[in-house]
């Protein structure tokens, strides 16, 4: 059987809509041998609008010309551009790709009757239990399913004859944390508690639910609460949740059946809306109908243990790794240490890909605006992705750099012949700035939870603390260079000079050995500047600092004193070491005028001293005496030269 890849998109898989039908789409890659790549973020929970760009460029990173077909969970992501860039490019790829929930036209849809579920939901509660006074809490204004639920109460309302105050209507993003805060806002208004309140969601009802008993409210004694996609177990919560029960897993299912129905050229409808049934149960105030045994709640008792001491488990494995990770010196302690947590993580397959830039030295600086400092940061994945960690099956490989377009390394031998493989792939940022991205595929742990984002952001922040400790080394390495070295000519200035000669000068003051000073002087650099500009004059000066460079090989230190002006320092030099390097430095400087490349000739004048220094003599009287002796030469050169042209 051909495999095929698959692109999906995805947000927030701790959240148990998305888990099932996740559950779902990974029980068929197998089937229909398919290879899902799923970009997956976590933006929202921070409430970090810079977190949020960078969690939600993960889905600026596929080029979707280059997958087969495409699975999008769009109702899951609350920024628009972003869904809007993603359908353009998916458009332009021209690949199919199906929908779950949000219908656009052109592409296939799984989706249900929003309007009748909650129609249904709101009819109950009117008609069976008699309540007139509602608060509901919505999902975002601006997804679709979110707003044909609202549309559909309302319209119950209306025909019911029922108002309710624009106050009783609660914009939530389908979290938990807003079921809490909804609850909280109807407490804040001086009138009656509403008698019910729908969820658009059953993750928003159960908060709602644990905030209301907080505050001494009976459910459903004193306000009954009802949910939507009946995610959470029926005995797995305080009160059994009244909710729209629908076919979550089979929608991932199904979307795999789908496209591989388009790869086979199976005749299939452009839609499909899947069935549902209203669960009415003990949180409207209807009575439970089946009865939970003992056997049943032992079997209950123990799953909840387990899945409690494994997360007590990723805890513990996640605080040591972070522990390690924050106490990283340099990026090859830290890639040490994160290999030695993969194995244990139980993954199968991990790949670490950094953009080429992600140390980047670019962290603005003091005078510069915000938005300067924010125009430096890396905001996109680069076109070349270095990959300091690729494990699969036990081994860790030395990858090559991989291209952008390829995203998933391709290291040692395939897996399993003719069968699916679904991959996580999650961005790894700072803020706003990009610096790469993970793959996980086959783990152990389970990475549809919190503790899982947690993780992420564990990585992330700890990546970036390396690339910050990398950005303080080249700080203070550049400011050491800036205090030593002399920026225009490259060599050392007048700093650095004395740094490098400070412990050579101090061993000669104790075993009474020779130094030499030389003190070397441009000539004419007044005559070049005012004949041929200063920036001829700077490129004479750059020349003698590139003969002393040439010159100056047997340990000799040597530095621009200061205009044009340069000083050279040896220890246990003999007279003849002295008269040797003068030679040189002279044939150098005629190699230079022989070369012809300049419009002027070059010269300097040198003079030396050669002493045995006392204890608390400065180096500096010897550059004095050797300057002295220089300036005799020069005076001696000038007068030849006019004896010469008289």
Same mark, same amino acid.
């Given at each position: 059987?051909?495999?095929?890849?698959? &692109?999906?998109?995805?947000?927030?898989?701790?959240?148990?809509? =998305?888990?099932?039908?996740?559950?779902?789409?990974?029980?068929?890659?197998?089937?229909?041998?398919? *290879?899902? #790549?799923?970009?997956? %973020?976590?933006?929202?929970?921070?409430?970090?609008?810079?977190?949020?760009?960078?969690?939600?460029?993960?889905?600026?990173?596929?080029?979707?010309?280059?997958?087969?077909?495409?699975?999008?969970?769009?109702?899951?992501? $609350?920024?628009?551009?972003?869904?809007?860039?993603?359908?353009?490019?998916?458009?332009?790829?021209?690949?199919?790709?199906?929908?779950?929930?949000?219908?656009?036209?052109?592409?296939?849809?799984?989706?249900?009757?929003?309007?009748?579920?909650?129609?249904?939901?709101?009819?109950?509660?009117?008609?069976?239990?008699?309540?007139?006074?509602?608060?509901?809490?919505?999902?975002?204004?601006?997804?679709?399913?979110?707003?044909?639920?609202?549309?559909?109460?309302?319209?119950?309302?209306?025909?019911?004859?029922?108002?309710?105050?624009?106050?009783?209507?609660?914009?939530?993003?389908?979290?938990?944390? #807003?079921?809490?805060? &909804?609850?909280?806002?109807?407490? %804040?208004?001086?009138?009656?508690?509403?008698?019910?309140?729908?969820?658009?969601?059953?993750?928003?009802? #159960?908060?709602?639910?644990?905030?209301?008993?907080?505050?001494?409210?009976?459910?459903?004694?004193?306000?009954?609460?009802?949910?939507?996609?009946?995610?959470?177990? $029926?005995?797995?919560?305080?009160?059994?949740?009244?909710?729209?029960?629908?076919?979550?897993?089979?929608?991932?299912?199904?979307?795999?059946?789908?496209?591989?129905?388009?790869?086979?050229?199976?005749?299939? *409808?452009?839609?499909?809306?899947?069935?549902?049934?209203?669960?009415?149960?003990?949180?409207?105030?209807?009575?439970?109908?089946?009865?939970?045994?003992?056997?049943?709640?032992?079997?209950?008792?123990?799953?909840?243990?387990?899945?409690? *001491?494994?997360?007590?488990?990723?805890?513990?494995?996640?605080?040591?790794?972070?522990?390690?990770?924050?106490?990283?010196?340099?990026?090859?302690?830290?890639?040490?240490?994160?290999?030695?947590?993969?194995?244990?993580?139980?993954?199968?397959?991990?790949?670490?890909?950094?953009?080429?830039?992600?140390?980047?030295?670019?962290?603005?600086?003091?005078?510069?605006?915000?938005?300067?400092?924010?125009?430096?940061?890396?905001?996109?994945?680069?076109?070349?992705? +270095?990959?300091?960690?690729?494990?699969?099956?036990?081994?860790?490989?030395?990858?090559?750099?991989?291209?952008?377009?390829?995203?998933?390394?391709?290291?040692?031998?395939?897996?399993?012949?003719?069968?699916?493989?679904?991959?996580?792939?999650?961005?790894?940022?700072?803020?706003?700035?990009?610096?790469?991205?993970?793959?996980?595929?086959?783990?152990?742990?389970?990475?549809?939870?919190?503790?899982? *984002?947690?993780?992420?952001?564990?990585?992330?922040?700890?990546?970036?603390?390396?690339?910050?400790?990398?950005?303080?080394?080249?700080?203070?390495?550049?400011?050491?260079?800036?205090?030593? =070295?002399?920026?225009?000519?490259?060599?050392?200035?007048?700093?650095?000079?004395?740094?490098?000669?400070?412990?050579?000068? $101090?061993?000669?003051?104790?075993?009474?050995?020779?130094?030499?000073?030389?003190?070397?002087?441009?000539?004419?650099?007044?005559?070049?500047?005012?004949?041929?500009?200063? #920036?001829?004059?700077?490129?004479?000066?750059?020349?003698?600092?590139?003969?002393?460079?040439?010159?100056?090989?047997?340990?000799?230190?040597?530095?621009?004193?200061?205009?044009?002006?340069?000083?050279?320092?040896?220890?246990?030099?003999?007279?003849?070491?002295?008269?040797?390097?003068?030679? $040189?430095?002279?044939?150098? +400087?005629?190699?230079?005028?022989?070369? =012809?490349?300049?419009?002027?000739?070059?010269?300097?004048?040198?003079?030396?001293?050669?002493?045995?220094?006392?204890?608390?003599?400065?180096?500096?009287?010897?550059?004095?005496?050797?300057?002295?002796?220089?300036?005799? =030469?020069?005076?001696?050169?000038?007068?030849?030269?006019?004896?010469?042209?008289?």
């Amino acid at each position: 059987m051909k495999s095929y890849k698959i &692109a999906l998109i995805i947000e927030e898989i701790n959240q148990s809509y =998305q888990s099932a039908i996740l559950d779902g789409i990974a029980a068929s890659v197998n089937e229909f041998s398919f *290879e899902v #790549s799923a970009f997956v %973020s976590f933006s929202g929970a921070m409430i970090n609008p810079k977190h949020d760009f960078g969690e939600l460029n993960i889905f600026s990173l596929p080029d979707f010309s280059n997958f087969d077909g495409a699975i999008l969970l769009t109702n899951t992501i $609350t920024h628009q551009p972003v869904i809007t860039d993603i359908l353009s490019r998916i458009r332009d790829a021209g690949i199919p790709t199906v929908m779950v929930d949000n219908d656009v036209e052109g592409f296939y849809h799984i989706g249900i009757d929003n309007k009748t579920a909650m129609r249904k939901i709101a009819e109950h509660l009117i008609r069976v239990h008699g309540f007139s006074r509602f608060g509901y809490i919505s999902g975002p204004v601006n997804n679709p399913e979110s707003a044909d639920r609202l549309r559909a109460f309302l319209d119950v309302l209306e025909e019911n004859e029922i108002t309710i105050d624009e106050d009783r209507i609660y914009y939530g993003d389908f979290r938990s944390h #807003s079921g809490k805060a &909804a609850v909280l806002e109807f407490l %804040s208004h001086n009138k009656p508690m509403p008698e019910a309140i729908i969820c658009a969601n059953d993750v928003m009802a #159960s908060s709602a639910i644990s905030m209301l008993i907080s505050e001494g409210y009976s459910v459903p004694g004193d306000i009954a609460v009802t949910g939507f996609d009946n995610t959470y177990n $029926t005995s797995n919560y305080q009160i059994e949740l009244t909710s729209v029960d629908r076919p979550l897993e089979l929608s991932g299912r199904l979307a795999c059946r789908i496209l591989h129905n388009h790869f086979t050229n199976h005749p299939q *409808e452009r839609s499909t809306v899947l069935s549902m049934s209203a669960r009415f149960t003990e949180s409207c105030g209807c009575s439970q109908k089946e009865k939970i045994s003992i056997g049943d709640v032992r079997v209950l008792n123990y799953r909840n243990y387990r899945k409690f *001491e494994k997360a007590l488990d990723f805890v513990s494995t996640l605080n040591r790794l972070s522990s390690a990770l924050l106490g990283c010196n340099d990026f090859d302690e830290y890639v040490d240490k994160l290999k030695g947590f993969v194995s244990e993580l139980g993954i199968e397959e991990f790949y670490f890909c950094l953009c080429d830039n992600w140390n980047s030295h670019s962290s603005g600086g003091s005078g510069m605006s915000d938005k300067d400092e924010s125009a430096r940061i890396p905001k996109v994945y680069t076109d070349q992705l +270095i990959v300091p960690i690729a494990y699969k099956a036990g081994t860790f490989y030395d990858a090559e750099n991989i291209s952008r377009k390829d995203i998933i390394p391709v290291v040692g031998e395939q897996l399993s012949t003719g069968k699916g493989r679904l991959y996580y792939i999650i961005p790894l940022h700072f803020g706003e700035r990009c610096l790469g991205y993970m793959v996980i595929s086959n783990s152990r742990i389970s990475l549809h939870n919190s503790m899982f *984002e947690t993780l992420c952001i564990t990585l992330s922040n700890s990546l970036e603390n390396i690339r910050k400790l990398t950005v303080l080394e080249y700080a203070v390495d550049r400011l050491g260079k800036l205090y030593t =070295q002399d920026t225009f000519s490259g060599i050392y200035n007048r700093n650095g000079f004395v740094s490098a000669t400070s412990a050579l000068y $101090t061993d000669c003051v104790r075993s009474q050995k020779n130094i030499m000073i030389m003190f070397i002087d441009l000539d004419g650099l007044k005559k070049i500047n005012d004949t041929y500009g200063h #920036s001829v004059g700077d490129t004479a000066i750059c020349d003698i600092a590139d003969v002393l460079m040439k010159s100056c090989v047997s340990g000799e230190i040597y530095c621009r004193f200061g205009g044009d002006e340069f000083i050279v320092f040896a220890a246990d030099y003999s007279d003849s070491d002295a008269k040797k390097l003068t030679k $040189t430095i002279q044939k150098n +400087i005629r190699e230079i005028n022989n070369s =012809q490349k300049n419009p002027f000739v070059l010269s300097a004048s040198t003079g030396y001293v050669i002493a045995v220094p006392e204890e608390g003599e400065d180096i500096f009287r010897f550059v004095t005496a050797a300057d002295n002796i220089m300036y005799t =030469q020069k005076r001696k050169k000038k007068l030849s030269h006019y004896l010469k042209n008289k």
